[in-house]
């Protein structure tokens, strides 16, 4: 059952956040966008959490709104 939910829903996880992390920046901006590069401001140095679906435990002592793709946890805790 594990397997099967990976394989489900790992493909469009991570084009999702690769697309958000490495693509967006070059085609986004104006007066809020600060908001939308805050969401992934910490992935230079976390993005293996986003992978490994650990992004619920990594980095620590963060709020619910830091971190790298934080929006994503809860695909993480599905799986």
Excluded: D, H, K
Excluded at 28 to 33: L, N, Q, R
């Amino acid at each position: 059952m594990f397997v099967y939910r990976v394989l489900r829903l790992a493909p469009l996880y991570y084009l999702i956040f690769l697309i958000g992390w490495l693509v967006m920046p070059f085609i986004g901006e104006g007066p809020v966008w600060f908001v939308y590069e805050q969401s992934f401001q910490q992935c230079n140095e976390y993005w293996w959490s986003v992978l490994t679906f650990t992004i619920n435990f990594f980095p620590e002592n963060q709020t619910y709104t830091q971190g790298c793709f934080y929006w994503g946890w809860f695909v993480a805790a599905e799986i």
